[in-house]
């Protein structure tokens, strides 16, 4: 006998077929089926049990969580020790097409699969639960089928300032495995990844997609079977002593017959109605000024007061005090964990800054780091049972991390902060973390939500920063936590551009914050033009981070005006639909955000190196309203090559074509330089 349930949301459905009442197999992860569909007949003909030669007498399932126990020869979706459970259908809550909750049980264990079906946002949600009587080691989130057409999985590896590189896995026999057991989600690989069923690309085929949504690390397996069969399982990587009770998930995934801009606009929606709270969302997202790189560790009233006003005068409508204003703070090697502020540095506290701050017409932000400790601080001297790992360890960055599963933890780092938020109008926090932890510690995680959904329920109106040396903490776990992210440390404009363009599936642009660095990059000793640095962070949530002091006028003028360009345009640009352009050149990047009404649009042509053409071709312009008329605009021409000669039409004036043509027979941009930003400003006429 066996039991079939369906989950359908408009572009996919995903049927489980589970035999003789044992974990379910995934009989179809696809293109949706009819409402009539014979699930029974279905997965007769996608689950046979046909077995010949080299095989064992039977074709062990391939179920949601692999077993060993089932004669199964791969990566296993649990690690359970010495246990060998058979589980059995217990019971299930079904809703036909929308819901499942069964759980499975046998020999003391129970596995609770959960999946809701998000027809609103075409995303499915899955999550496992399994408790046992002895420690359980690992356990992935509910397996899901690679596309038998593909051939290679892509996912995203990297480095500190160097996020989000792509790295194209091929399907081939054998597990590849990657593990991250640093604790936190990291910048070597982000917990997400899409699976073409042909080649990637971002406007036409098949692609599925999948994002983890918890901030620990994890652990992915991308596996073909000998006979033939594919899966991928991606799940926490859980303190070596294991736990009784563990969840694997929530798993987000979804299906796009549209390339990765179906993906885009799917977890787009998902993340804007589903995850991500605003603490105000009709404010307009403010732009931001960060002090990091104009004075690190060097606070001097007079000298911040200066530099605040000089940013106010830029546009800048938030200023955040970054690392070093607290207790001791004169360097990194020092008074992490002392959240009092410095009296030597700030005689009146804060008041004076912000009072300052305000008066320019700004809000105030301040940075924390509550989850460390440095060696040298009056809290590791009072509380060395509060560092996490063994005290032998080794240090990294200069810090220690405190044990967020202690409830004595959580409660001094609360009322440290919220004395802070209680006493000075602080507007933001840019909660950082900037080691990885001694070791795998899934409990962390469980103590930083725990403590920050405390701290939010306290102070509802105060936006928090997730930033873990930049891009080392951007989960959809902490997305459904903070409502901002530090994509990476780097404001080298060009790694930005590449960064952004990789991450736009898994990260919505109102949330992902984006700077103008100095003039000599900090993390890469790169130059770069203004024009460049600052469109590359018009793309994202504006902000800037030089010292304002450094300008020349031109440069200042170039910033202000780009400042004023994407606060005339907030409103309808943070929400609009984002959509990557296949520009079929390796040195250029294309993206278009549309206004949810469809009026109006803005479009980045990046051309990060030499091209490979004298001209560039036509750039097809998708996702418009095809018979409608779009006047077609250059938002800045001085982006244009000073080498384009002869002339061009968007450099006489503006262009109007229908959404056809432009989709269709496309646009042919002005000539660029190598390092630079062209944007395209469209308005549909009457």
């Given at each position: 006998m066996r039991h079939a349930w369906r989950l359908d949301t408009p572009a996919q459905t995903l049927v489980l077929a589970s035999r003789e009442g044992g974990l379910p197999e995934v009989v179809h992860w696809g293109a949706p089926l009819p409402q009539d569909e014979d699930l029974e007949a279905l997965a007769q003909a996608l689950l046979p049990r046909e077995v010949t030669g080299g095989m064992a007498d039977a074709r062990p399932p391939l179920t949601i969580c692999p077993l060993a126990q089932d004669?199964?020869?791969?990566?296993?979706?649990?690690?359970?020790?010495?246990?060998?459970?058979?589980?059995?259908?217990?019971?299930?809550?079904?809703?036909?097409?929308?819901?499942?909750?069964?759980?499975?049980?046998?020999?003391?264990?129970?596995?609770?699969?959960?999946?809701?079906?998000?027809?609103?946002?075409?995303?499915?949600?899955?999550?496992?639960?399994?408790?046992?009587?002895?420690?359980?080691?690992?356990?992935?989130?509910?397996?899901?089928?690679?596309?038998?057409?593909?051939?290679?999985?892509?996912?995203?590896?990297?480095?500190?300032?160097?996020?989000?590189?792509?790295?194209?896995?091929?399907?081939?026999?054998?597990?590849?495995?990657?593990?991250?057991?640093?604790?936190?989600?990291?910048?070597?690989?982000?917990?997400?990844?899409?699976?073409?069923?042909?080649?990637?690309?971002?406007?036409?085929?098949?692609?599925?997609?999948?994002?983890?949504?918890?901030?620990?690390?994890?652990?992915?397996?991308?596996?073909?079977?000998?006979?033939?069969?594919?899966?991928?399982?991606?799940?926490?990587?859980?303190?070596?002593?294991?736990?009784t009770r563990v969840t694997a998930g929530p798993l987000y995934v979804t299906r796009s017959d549209a390339g990765t801009n179906g993906v885009i606009d799917a977890f787009h929606r998902h993340l804007r109605a589903r995850l991500v709270r605003f603490p105000d969302p009709a404010r307009p997202r403010p732009v931001h000024y960060n002090s990091w790189e104009a004075v690190y560790f060097r606070h001097d009233m007079a000298e911040l007061k200066e530099i605040a006003t000089r940013a106010a005068a830029l546009g800048a409508e938030r200023f955040v005090l970054d690392d070093g204003w607290f207790k001791g703070r004169s360097d990194d090697t020092t008074s992490l964990g002392d959240w009092i502020v410095d009296a030597d540095k700030y005689p009146d506290g804060l008041h004076p800054l912000l009072a300052h701050v305000r008066a320019l017409g700004m809000r105030f932000g301040l940075w924390v780091e509550p989850e460390m400790a440095s060696p040298v601080s009056d809290l590791a001297r009072a509380h060395p049972d509060w560092i996490l790992g063994p005290g032998d360890q080794p240090l990294a960055r200069n810090q220690l991390v405190l044990d967020l599963s202690r409830a004595q933890v959580r409660e001094h780092l609360f009322a440290r902060l919220d004395a802070l938020l209680r006493e000075y109008e602080i507007d933001y926090l840019k909660w950082d973390h900037n080691r990885a932890l001694p070791g795998p510690d899934h409990r962390q995680a469980d103590g930083f939500a725990t403590l920050v959904s405390r701290l939010r329920e306290a102070h509802p109106m105060v936006e928090i920063e997730s930033c873990a040396s930049g891009g080392g903490r951007l989960d959809w776990g902490a997305l459904a936590l903070t409502q901002r992210v530090w994509l990476s440390d780097s404001n080298d404009a060009l790694e930005r551009l590449r960064i952004q363009h990789e991450a736009l599936p898994f990260l919505i642009p109102d949330v992902t914050g984006s700077h103008v660095g100095p003039r000599t990059c900090h993390t890469s000793g790169r130059i770069l033009p203004m024009r460049l640095r600052a469109w590359t962070a018009a793309q994202r949530h504006f902000g800037f981070e030089m010292d304002p002091r450094e300008l020349t006028p031109e440069e200042a003028e170039v910033l202000a005006s780009v400042c004023h360009w994407w606060k005339e345009r907030r409103d309808w640009l943070m929400p609009a639909r984002r959509l990557r352009l296949d520009t079929h050149d390796p040195a250029r990047l294309a993206e278009i955000a549309i206004a949810p009404d469809g009026d109006r649009f803005a479009l980045w042509l990046a051309q990060v190196a030499t091209p490979g053409r004298i001209l560039p071709i036509r750039l097809r312009i998708p996702g418009l309203e095809r018979e409608a008329r779009y006047r077609v605009s250059l938002a800045d021409p001085g982006c244009v090559s000073p080498l384009s000669r002869g002339g061009h039409p968007l450099l006489a004036g503006a262009v109007t074509l229908s959404g056809a043509a432009l989709a269709g027979a496309g646009l042919a941009p002005p000539l660029q330089e190598p390092q630079s930003v062209l944007v395209l400003e469209g308005e549909r006429l009457p």
């Amino acid at each position: 006998m066996r039991h079939a349930w369906r989950l359908d949301t408009p572009a996919q459905t995903l049927v489980l077929a589970s035999r003789e009442g044992g974990l379910p197999e995934v009989v179809h992860w696809g293109a949706p089926l009819p409402q009539d569909e014979d699930l029974e007949a279905l997965a007769q003909a996608l689950l046979p049990r046909e077995v010949t030669g080299g095989m064992a007498d039977a074709r062990p399932p391939l179920t949601i969580c692999p077993l060993a126990q089932d004669g199964h020869g791969g990566a296993l979706g649990a690690d359970l020790g010495d246990a060998h459970p058979r589980l059995a259908l217990e019971h299930a809550d079904y809703e036909p097409g929308r819901s499942l909750r069964a759980v499975f049980a046998g020999d003391g264990h129970r596995y609770t699969l959960a999946i809701e079906a998000d027809a609103e946002t075409d995303v499915l949600v899955l999550s496992a639960i399994l408790d046992a009587p002895g420690p359980v080691r690992h356990l992935a989130a509910p397996a899901l089928p690679g596309p038998p057409l593909g051939t290679a999985v892509t996912t995203f590896a990297g480095r500190w300032t160097s996020e989000f590189q792509r790295r194209d896995v091929p399907w081939s026999a054998g597990p590849h495995v990657r593990e991250i057991r640093e604790g936190r989600t990291s910048h070597q690989a982000y917990p997400g990844l899409l699976m073409p069923s042909g080649e990637l690309r971002h406007e036409t085929g098949e692609v599925f997609a999948l994002a983890l949504g918890q901030s620990t690390g994890h652990r992915l397996v991308i596996e073909e079977l000998p006979d033939g069969r594919r899966h991928v399982m991606l799940g926490p990587v859980l303190h070596p002593a294991g736990a009784t009770r563990v969840t694997a998930g929530p798993l987000y995934v979804t299906r796009s017959d549209a390339g990765t801009n179906g993906v885009i606009d799917a977890f787009h929606r998902h993340l804007r109605a589903r995850l991500v709270r605003f603490p105000d969302p009709a404010r307009p997202r403010p732009v931001h000024y960060n002090s990091w790189e104009a004075v690190y560790f060097r606070h001097d009233m007079a000298e911040l007061k200066e530099i605040a006003t000089r940013a106010a005068a830029l546009g800048a409508e938030r200023f955040v005090l970054d690392d070093g204003w607290f207790k001791g703070r004169s360097d990194d090697t020092t008074s992490l964990g002392d959240w009092i502020v410095d009296a030597d540095k700030y005689p009146d506290g804060l008041h004076p800054l912000l009072a300052h701050v305000r008066a320019l017409g700004m809000r105030f932000g301040l940075w924390v780091e509550p989850e460390m400790a440095s060696p040298v601080s009056d809290l590791a001297r009072a509380h060395p049972d509060w560092i996490l790992g063994p005290g032998d360890q080794p240090l990294a960055r200069n810090q220690l991390v405190l044990d967020l599963s202690r409830a004595q933890v959580r409660e001094h780092l609360f009322a440290r902060l919220d004395a802070l938020l209680r006493e000075y109008e602080i507007d933001y926090l840019k909660w950082d973390h900037n080691r990885a932890l001694p070791g795998p510690d899934h409990r962390q995680a469980d103590g930083f939500a725990t403590l920050v959904s405390r701290l939010r329920e306290a102070h509802p109106m105060v936006e928090i920063e997730s930033c873990a040396s930049g891009g080392g903490r951007l989960d959809w776990g902490a997305l459904a936590l903070t409502q901002r992210v530090w994509l990476s440390d780097s404001n080298d404009a060009l790694e930005r551009l590449r960064i952004q363009h990789e991450a736009l599936p898994f990260l919505i642009p109102d949330v992902t914050g984006s700077h103008v660095g100095p003039r000599t990059c900090h993390t890469s000793g790169r130059i770069l033009p203004m024009r460049l640095r600052a469109w590359t962070a018009a793309q994202r949530h504006f902000g800037f981070e030089m010292d304002p002091r450094e300008l020349t006028p031109e440069e200042a003028e170039v910033l202000a005006s780009v400042c004023h360009w994407w606060k005339e345009r907030r409103d309808w640009l943070m929400p609009a639909r984002r959509l990557r352009l296949d520009t079929h050149d390796p040195a250029r990047l294309a993206e278009i955000a549309i206004a949810p009404d469809g009026d109006r649009f803005a479009l980045w042509l990046a051309q990060v190196a030499t091209p490979g053409r004298i001209l560039p071709i036509r750039l097809r312009i998708p996702g418009l309203e095809r018979e409608a008329r779009y006047r077609v605009s250059l938002a800045d021409p001085g982006c244009v090559s000073p080498l384009s000669r002869g002339g061009h039409p968007l450099l006489a004036g503006a262009v109007t074509l229908s959404g056809a043509a432009l989709a269709g027979a496309g646009l042919a941009p002005p000539l660029q330089e190598p390092q630079s930003v062209l944007v395209l400003e469209g308005e549909r006429l009457p």
